[in-house]
T-cell receptor
């Protein structure tokens, strides 16, 4: 069964450094998402992406965050200057159709630790 | 704003039924979901229900939706050790575009 994959599984970085989290969505999916889960907290929506542009973003997704689909398979989340509070599990998801009409399939997550 | 609430822990004896409950605030929810997260793994979609349905059954899983009370439950029949995980209730709304609102998750612990 096709699945969403994410790399790396765990990323450790120093505060102020840039990180890029990578995702390979399911191949025939057109809508892509990033969520994050701070330890002990809820899974929170960050951003959705369709047709090479952001379709929706939350208040968490400020100027230090960006997303990109650099080629036909990868979908990346960049954090420009990491803060301690960016430490979380980051989940990528994809769906064939809009998020409210089709189910979103999630990857295994990347645990980001900011020191 | 929209919110999803669920209890944080549930302990059940192996072989018994588990019932995980969830309440939500958005009366216009379109889809309601149950996701499972095993240790070190991602969010696995277990099942979902349209808001115009009352019940959905899928093998050992039964989802009940009480739209009036905004209450969703997941029943797992004949609970096995492999069911030990965190179960997330979630909802989406076609007027809210793409994002899914999640609860904090219920950790299901299986007693021998």
């Amino acid at each position: 069964e096709p699945e969403v994959t994410q790399t790396p599984s765990h990323q450790v970085t120093q505060m102020g450094q840039e990180v890029i989290l990578r995702c390979v969505p399911i191949s025939n999916h057109l809508y892509f998402y990033w969520y994050r889960q701070i330890l002990g907290q809820k899974v929170e929506f960050l951003v959705s992406f369709y047709n090479n542009e952001i379709s929706e973003k939350s208040e968490i997704f400020d100027d230090q965050f960006s997303v990109e689909r650099p080629d036909g398979s990868n979908f990346t989340l960049k954090i420009r200057s990491t803060k301690l509070e960016d430490s979380a599990m980051y989940f990528c998801a994809s769906s064939r159709d809009r998020g409210f009409t089709d189910t979103q399939y999630f990857g295994p997550g990347t645990r980001l630790t900011v020191l | 704003g929209e919110d999803v609430e669920q209890s944080l822990f549930l302990s059940v004896r192996e072989g018994d039924s588990s019932v995980i409950n969830c309440t939500y605030t958005d009366s216009s929810s379109t889809y309601l979901y149950w996701y499972k997260q095993e240790p070190g793994a991602g969010l696995q979609l277990l099942t979902y229900i349209f808001s115009n349905m009352d019940m959905k059954q899928d093998q050992r899983l039964t989802v009940l939706l009480n739209k009036k009370d905004k209450h969703l439950s997941l029943r797992i029949a004949d609970t096995q050790t492999g069911d030990s995980a965190i179960y997330f209730c979630a909802e989406s709304n076609e007027n809210r575009d793409d994002k899914i609102i999640f609860g904090k998750g219920t950790r299901l612990h299986i007693l021998p």
